[in-house]
C-alpha cells in the first residue's frame, strides 16, 4: 500500500468563448419591391409581419437596417440566402454581415 499516491490531481480548466456576433444589415434599394423585401425577412428570418415592415420601413427611411444578430456562419448562410432569393427574382436585393461591436 505505501505505492499508493493518495494526493489529488488538478485537472486543467478550459475555457469556453462565446461566438463573436455578426449583424446581418438589409440595403435600401429603389427597385425591390417592399412586399418582397417583406416575405425575405419573414422566411428567411422568421420575423413576424409587423417585425418584417418595421425593419424593412427602417431600412428605407435610413438606407440600412440591422435584421438580427447571429454568430458568424448563422449570419452569412442567411445574408447569401436572403440576397440570392432578391437576385432570383431581378431585384438587387442586399443583405452584408458586419461584426457587432
Known amino acids: 500500500m505505501a505505492d499508493t499516491n493518495l494526493t489529488p490531481t ?4 478550459t475555457k469556453v468563448e462565446r ?7 438589409l440595403f435600401n ?3 425591390t419591391p417592399r412586399e ?14 409587423p417585425q418584417a415592415l ?7 427611411r435610413k438606407g440600412v437596417c440591422v435584421v438580427s444578430v447571429y454568430p458568424r456562419d448563422v449570419a452569412e448562410t442567411k445574408a447569401t440566402r ?14 452584408d454581415v458586419e461584426p457587432e461591436e
Do not use: C, N, W
Open 82 to 95: 436572403a440576397t440570392d432569393a432578391g437576385r432570383a427574382m431581378g431585384f438587387p436585393l442586399r443583405f
Open 36 to 49: 418582397f423585401v417583406t416575405k425575405v425577412l419573414q422566411g428567411e428570418f422568421r420575423l413576424s409581419e
Open 10 to 13: 488538478l485537472k486543467p480548466e
Open 54 to 60: 418595421q425593419v424593412m420601413m427602417t431600412a428605407h
Open 29 to 31: 434599394d429603389d427597385f
Open 19 to 25: 461566438p463573436k456576433l455578426y449583424k446581418v444589415i
